[in-house]
């Protein structure tokens, strides 16, 4: 079955760029079909959704973050990636990538990975 | 700027029904914007229950069940476990590629 993996720096500076890819296994991110997203949960907080890719490349971005984020794909090596510009503290979260049939609803998920931004 | 509310918490006995609801800010909630349900224990990622209103996820039992009550999503729980015990959040699809979460409602079985 399809299965989703984070994977990327567990410890980011402030001003600098955080970045995170999702590697998809069990399935072809360029079958299409699905869009693939990125959701981040603070500490202790909820779900905010950043945004997702169609395999074409075409996104969509949370318009609270959009000035800063950057999701793009790698169909090769079928992975799409997260990266988030000039970041502070309040950008400390555990980042979730997950499978969406559709760009209402996210059916398989990642397990996750902590981010600190921290000096 | 539009808000998602959901319970911040709710609490049933073991073998009770909840109904935990989803709303909106300003305005009703309808099949358009296509209501799903995740839930996620602490620590862990979390699990689709239900898309598209009324859709249940593979492997969903049919005690989680999606509406429409009245201006907004509802996920109904019947004959609630102790392993229920999770915290519950909507999503709303509000167009242009939009979705927003929930704040979320923690559930207590007890």
């Known amino acids: 079955q399809v299965q989703l993996q984070e994977s990327g720096p567990g410890l980011v500076k402030p001003s600098q760029t955080l970045s995170l890819t999702c590697t998809v296994s069990?399935?072809?991110?360029?079958?299409?079909?699905?869009?693939w997203s990125w959701i981040r949960q603070h500490p202790g907080k909820g779900l905010e959704w950043i945004g997702y890719i169609y395999y074409s490349g075409y996104t969509y971005y949370n318009p609270s973050l959009k000035s800063r984020v950057t999701i793009s794909v790698d169909t090769p090596k079928n992975q799409f990636s997260l990266k988030l510009s000039s970041v502070t503290a309040a950008d400390t979260a555990v980042y979730y990538c997950?499978?969406?049939?559709?760009?209402?609803?996210?059916?398989?998920w990642g397990q996750g990975t902590m981010v600190t931004v921290s000096s | 700027q539009t808000v998602v509310t959901q319970e911040p918490s709710f609490s049933v006995s073991p073998g009770g029904t909840v109904t935990l609801t989803c709303g909106l800010s300003?305005?009703?909630?309808?099949?358009?914007?296509?209501p799903s349900w995740y839930q996620q224990t602490p620590g862990q990622a979390p699990r689709t229950l239900i898309y598209?209103?009324?859709t249940r996820s593979s492997g969903v039992p049919d005690r989680f069940s999606g509406s429409i009550l009245g201006n907004k999503a509802a996920l109904t729980i019947t004959g609630a476990q102790a392993d229920d015990e999770s915290d519950y959040y909507c999503v709303l699809y509000m167009g242009s590629g939009i979705v927003i979460f929930g704040g979320g409602t923690k559930l207590t079985v007890l």
């Open positions: 069990g399935g072809s991110i360029s079958s299409g079909g699905y869009y």
């Open positions: 300003s305005g009703s909630v309808s099949t358009s914007h296509y």
């Open positions: 997950a499978r969406c049939p559709s760009v209402d609803a996210f059916d398989i």
């Open positions: 598209s209103t009324n």
